[in-house]
């Protein structure tokens, strides 16, 4: 009773603070990344909007968006998964030992996001079955995850044969069309069908009751336990495709790379109006925070800021975005 | 009466209190004196909790005063509460479950020397709390989780005592007790009473209040409702005090004719219950808080598990009763196979149960059943802000549009959403617990309204309400359950308020 008097009160009191509150929760990370492309662009002058820069930015995010993706629905749900950096390597391990072997590139491919979509299921099965918590899972997953990259490949950077796999990343030459590397428009895609899931599938509406308030989707019927092992199966998936991104950069595999890329990912759907305390977040958003990262970091170097100056904007900027979080949160 | 003789311990006087509109205090009075057991009766949400409330500092009253052994006494927060002597034992114990006995007996008055706790000093306070409660046996190394309720609730009243209270305030202080313990548990109460500690004792039981008090305080809708020395009174008479006025015509009745059998409970737990719901006829169960009714209806619905007997859905038009479906038996039904049986549930707790605050009023409403509004797996939005429009209006709940918020509406607004969703779903039997609490008149009307036209129209209600008014008015046949029992459904033709209060309350088996 007292708490439905407190939300009565609360309208009563701060309409114009709601207002405020659901503004910044719409629109609130475009008017960041606006203000951030606004104070790099001041800075650095005009080249820095100019189409071959712009690209280089979106090279450099295509690992973390995509990881984003797959943490966005996680964070949706209310969970949360630390182990997407682990899978990226294990990713490119796989994907080199495939090619190493002889597979086709398109087999490899496969093959890694099976493997990622593996170690996301598990992580599914433990939280729901052993009913512990998701940041204690995939902490232990993180570990296991990166130990079995390792194991793998022998502790040792794998090279592997040059296939189209390398030239995902890669600025079309010859002028046929394609101006963009596929990677890119890989990641564009990937990005409307996940939002698409998010908004206007049964799933997503499942993933969203679920993160606002377990207890009544499991009251309103919501299959709970697959619903789970489903978001994090596909988030493993999201982040092996990753992992194929970062295999086509490094064009080895490697099962030291990525290591704390989830905490950019992390970042990523929280600067883009995600909440950790789920129910909350979105595609676009989740994009733009990863913009605003990628502007920050190059931004910086091509001022020829230092490395800690970028990091100390980075993480001013998380504890800001997270703040803000909580103050629409009350 | 007592006053006469000596000074009160601690007196209220003519205390109000009001939540936005509803005023839940209205001119209170209460007095106690040192070395009495003064029982505090009255239904649920008759004022207790708000005035004990404000006795321990947790709400300051709108108006009137406190005195306590003849100093003003207004404790701005329970704390202050304490320090001045005033300790309550409410229902959930608050004690630090990983700390040990003694720690919790000297939680934030412990014992320091230079800023170095003394663990010595520490066990000896606790080693005579103990003691003067009669209770060596309780080792103050012990951690309290390990303890038994009734040896946590001891730990508590030692808390209490070891910083000097004057004034013991116990809430429903054996609804987690075993008989032993609520005998041991009278037994210390006496030993308090002895000491000059003023005791409120706050029941529903009228056999335990005819146990333990000297005097009686009846509240009622927020007001004093009489009172009167226990050993003089009879119980019936209590509950006389207690229910008070009639009911009033809220509760409309249209054409209802029984039906095919929709439910059966055969020897389903909690505790061997038997019932049968029928298609067109709105079933009660009364008891007092605490007496498993709420567990009951999770269990038929899949929320917590049935550990024996069964619990059978009728199909909607298929095999004759009885025949449990053999899904049904293979394994437990979950809430997922209740609501693809045609049965739906309204939880009692509003906010964190029954609706998801941070969704919309289209999203709650529609979540059970999205199938309707797209191909194959999409949800096509504007499908489901039609049909969610379209119960807005049917039942006048006050939104800006369909998507809204929940956590923005009021509470009869909300309650609107979370029974809208049963309406979406066209549930053919609905569970409603506490359908009509905390929510204002014109949407209680409106929920008995729809109702009654729903059983009308050969639906099934199975409610749950601590409401007696309410259950007599609504119901065609109503059980009783008391301390996790189930009695049989009667006609309501055949209970009264005083006769389901007795029946809840046990009275009937201690006079």
């Known amino acids: 009773m007292d708490r439905a008097l407190a939300v009565d009160g609360s309208v009563g009191r701060a309409r114009r603070v709601v207002a405020a509150r659901r503004f910044l929760d719409e629109r609130g990370v475009l008017v960041g990344l606006a203000l951030v492309a606004a104070v790099f662009g001041a800075l650095i002058g005009p080249q820095f909007f100019a189409a071959a820069n712009l690209e280089l930015m979106a090279r450099q995010t295509v690992i973390v968006c995509v990881a984003a993706l797959g943490m966005t629905m996680v964070i949706v749900s209310g969970g949360i998964d630390l182990s997407v950096g682990s899978i990226v390597a294990l990713s490119t391990v796989v994907t080199a030992l495939l090619l190493r072997n002889g597979d086709g590139a398109g087999v490899a491919a496969l093959g890694a996001v099976a493997a990622g979509a593996l170690c996301g299921a598990l992580n599914g099965v433990l939280i729901t079955k052993l009913r512990v918590v998701p940041f204690i899972v995939t902490l232990g997953t993180m570990l296991l995850v990166r130990g079995a990259a390792k194991g793998l490949s022998d502790e040792r950077r794998l090279e592997a044969p040059i296939t189209w796999l390398n030239d995902l990343l890669r600025t079309a030459q010859t002028g046929r069309g394609v101006l963009v590397p596929s990677g890119i428009w890989i990641t564009l895609a990937l990005a409307v069908a996940v939002a698409f899931t998010l908004q206007y599938t049964r799933f997503g509406r499942h993933l969203f009751a679920i993160g606002s308030s377990e207890r009544t989707a499991r009251l309103c019927g919501v299959r709970i336990t697959r619903t789970k092992i489903a978001v994090y199966t596909l988030a493993g998936a999201l982040a092996a495709l990753a992992g194929i991104m970062a295999f086509s950069k490094l064009s080895v595999g490697d099962p030291t790379v990525a290591n704390g890329l989830e905490l950019d990912v992390i970042a990523a759907v929280i600067i883009g109006g995600g909440s950790l305390l789920g129910g909350r977040g979105s595609v676009v958003g989740t994009i733009a925070g990863a913009a605003i990262m990628a502007i920050i970091q190059i931004g910086c170097s091509q001022q020829g800021l230092p490395n800690w100056v970028q990091q100390i904007v980075t993480g001013a900027i998380i504890v800001f975005a997270v703040a803000l979080d909580r103050w629409r949160q009350r | ?511």
């Open chain 2, 1 to 511: 009466m007592a006053e006469e003789v000596n000074a009160p311990r601690f007196e209220m006087l003519g205390v109000r209190k009001a939540f936005g509109a509803t005023v839940a205090l209205e001119a209170v009075d209460l007095a106690v004196c040192g070395g009495e057991v003064c029982a505090l009766v009255g239904q649920n949400g008759a004022g207790k909790s708000t005035l004990m409330a404000i006795l321990a500092g947790a709400l300051a009253p709108d108006a009137g005063g406190m005195r306590l052994d003849g100093a003003p006494y207004a404790p701005r927060d329970p704390l202050e509460a304490r320090r001045a002597g005033v300790a309550m034992i409410y229902q959930e114990l608050s004690l630090a479950p990983h700390l040990s006995v003694m720690e919790n007996i000297v939680l934030g008055v412990e014992p320091v020397r230079r800023g170095i706790v003394q663990r010595d000093r520490m066990r000896a306070v606790a080693r005579d709390a103990l003691r003067e409660l009669g209770h060596v046996d309780i080792s103050p190394d012990a951690a309290v989780a390990e303890l038994q309720p009734a040896a946590q609730q001891l730990v508590e009243i030692a808390r209490a005592l070891a910083v000097g209270c004057r004034v013991l305030v116990l809430d429903e202080p054996t609804s987690s007790l075993g008989q032993a313990d609520v005998r041991a548990l009278f037994a210390l109460i006496a030993r308090l009473k002895a000491r000059g500690i003023a005791v409120v004792y706050i029941s529903h039981f009228i056999e335990e209040v005819k146990a333990v008090s000297d005097r009686f305080v009846v509240v009622r809708d927020g007001r004093n409702a009489g009172g009167g020395v226990t050993a003089e009174t009879p119980a019936g008479e209590i509950v006389g005090l207690m229910i008070g006025r009639r009911l009033d015509d809220l509760y409309p009745r249209g054409a209802r004719a029984r039906g095919d059998a929709i439910l059966r409970l055969d020897d389903a737990t909690p505790e061997s219950a038997a019932l049968t719901v029928h298609r067109g006829e709105i079933v009660g169960i009364a008891g007092l808080l605490g007496a498993g009714r709420t567990r009951l209806l999770r269990s038929i619905f899949g929320l917590e598990s049935v550990r024996s007997g069964a619990v059978v859905v009728g199909a909607s038009s298929g095999p004759s009763p009885g025949t449990p479906s053999s899904s049904l038996t293979a394994r437990a039904a979950t809430p997922h196979d209740r609501w693809r049986e045609g049965v739906g549930m309204l939880s009692e707790e509003r906010a964190g149960e029954g609706l998801a605050l941070g969704l919309s009023v289209a999203d709650n409403m529609t979540l059970t059943r999205l199938e309707p509004f797209g191909p194959a797996w999409i949800v096509v939005p504007s499908r489901q802000r039609a049909a969610a429009t379209r119960w807005v209006d049917r039942l006048g709940i006050v939104c800006r549009d369909a998507g809204q918020r929940v956590a923005e509406l009021s509470g009869g607004n909300q309650q609107k959403v979370a029974v809208a969703r049963l309406l979406h779903h066209d549930v053919d039997l609905l569970v409603l617990d506490e359908p009509t609490r905390g929510i204002d008149v014109a949407s209680k009307a409106q929920i008995y309204r729809l109702m009654d036209e729903l059983v009308s129209g050969q639906k099934a209600v199975l409610l749950v309400s601590s409401y007696l008014p309410e259950l007599l008015g609504m119901c065609d046949r109503i059980a009783v359950m008391s301390r996790g029992r189930l009695g049989p459904a009667r006609p309501v033709e055949e209970w009264t308020e005083h006769s389901l209060l007795m029946e809840a309350s046990g009275a009937r088996a201690a006079s």
